[in-house]
């Protein structure tokens, strides 16, 4: 017998007429031939309307708070760049600036005439829409349309994340690179052969990389636990593996003390610097040995994905932020179950999703101190979050739908 209708609110699983996840795909084998279907484009046209209001309410308004200081400081290198090519010149520029470079990147916006950043923040939302999409076609094709739409509710409304990408900043073109990638290599392409697909997937995160590149380490590691398993040397070079497994646990205590404490260096010298405002929290939170580090590692992630929470409220402005926190909670708890689904369909991407998770959360738990910079740099990582835990909120929430789906 079918259930009534059910809110979104409540997690507890409720049974359909038929249970079946698979059931709320009905066309899931002709995904594999095709990314772009009706409902993935209407997610993607709803992302970029959004962005776009968020773009007229940024250029109108001084409520968008992301349009400011490092925002201002890109658009200024970049029409700097733009003028110097419109004036015959090559401009000089400093790789080991992220302001000459991402700059660069945004130049072309001011080659053009007219009002050059209402167009670069166009093409912001652009981008911000293409990542939406991105991840709802990953989760669509492995699991359902309706697994999908809980997928991307967040990245759709979330405030935050609306006004990110109505600014020229880099959070938009970073996340665009990471969920191409992760599409090319998660679903099959239309007309893309293997080797193509990995090819453009490299050339995303390599964008995403110079923008970023402190991540270079964690998306190296993701995709090597993703190799490894697809490969399972294990299997087929059993002597090969068991050897290089007896020189790993001799080398990689010895690289993770050497490199580890470097990285640790970098990570305390971060939480120094970025220990200022309204929104600071634990900064007084040093935890410059790997001891004290693998002991204050789930405290700084929970802090990073999930803060403002309810007790560091102090302004009207943070309970929005604060419900976006709590809405990340409900799908973290939802990600256990959506790996265990997810699994089934692909185990190599599955585990590369968690290790991207867990390790880039520590990171950068580690290394985050404010609100305002946790909201801007969580969204890297919440993106695969949402993946899993959309799947895993699908599995425990139903709700009655028409025979076409969503």
Not at 179 to 194: E, F, H, K, M, W
Not at 201 to 211: D, E, N, R, V
Not at 329 to 358: D, E, H, M, N, W
Request: proline share 5%; charged share 15%.
């Amino acid at each position: 017998m079918d259930t009534p209708l059910v809110g979104m609110g409540s997690i507890t699983q409720i049974q359909l007429k038929n249970t079946n996840p698979m059931s709320y795909n009905p066309d899931l084998t002709t995904m594999g031939m095709r990314w772009t279907s009706r409902d993935a484009l209407t997610v993607f046209l709803i992302a970029l309307l959004l962005r776009i209001v968020s773009v007229a309410v940024t250029t109108l308004t001084s409520l968008n708070t992301y349009s400011q200081a490092d925002a201002n400081g890109f658009a200024q290198h970049a029409n700097r760049i733009a003028n110097t090519i419109l004036s015959g010149s090559f401009p000089v520029l400093n790789f080991n600036d992220i302001y000459d470079v991402w700059g660069a990147m945004l130049s072309p916006f001011w080659l053009l005439p007219g009002p050059s950043r209402i167009y670069a923040r166009l093409g912001m939302a652009l981008l911000g829409a293409v990542a939406v999409y991105n991840v709802y076609v990953i989760v669509r094709y492995h699991h359902s349309r309706y697994a999908g739409a809980i997928a991307v509710l967040p990245m759709l409304f979330y405030p935050s994340t609306l006004f990110l990408h109505a600014a020229v900043l880099r959070e938009a073109m970073i996340l665009f690179g990471l969920t191409s990638a992760a599409r090319l290599l998660l679903v099959p392409g239309p007309r893309l052969t293997t080797g193509q697909q990995v090819g453009l997937a490299t050339m995303f995160l390599g964008i995403a990389t110079i923008l970023r590149e402190d991540n270079l380490p964690v998306y190296v590691l993701v995709l090597a636990v993703a190799v490894f398993l697809k490969l399972e040397p294990w299997r087929r070079h059993e002597y090969l593996t068991k050897s290089a497994a007896g020189i790993s646990i001799v080398v990689a205590p010895a690289i993770v003390v050497d490199y580890g404490n470097d990285v640790l260096d970098r990570l305390v010298y971060l939480r120094r610097v970025r220990a200022r405002g309204r929104t600071e929290y634990l900064g007084s939170v040093l935890p410059d040995t790997i001891p004290q580090a693998f002991a204050f590692s789930w405290i700084g992630a929970m802090y990073f994905l999930f803060t403002p929470f309810p007790w560091m409220v102090s302004h009207v402005m943070d309970f929005v932020v604060m419900f976006e926190g709590l809405t990340n909670l409900v799908y973290a708890l939802g990600v256990v179950s959506g790996a265990q689904v997810l699994a089934r369909k692909t185990f190599p991407g599955t585990i590369a999703l968690v290790v991207g998770v867990v390790v880039g959360s520590v990171l950068y738990g580690l290394g985050t101190v404010n609100v305002g910079t946790a909201v801007r740099h969580r969204q890297m990582i919440l993106w695969a979050i949402f993946v899993l835990g959309g799947i895993g909120l699908a599995e425990h929430i139903r709700i009655r739908l028409p025979e076409r789906d969503i």
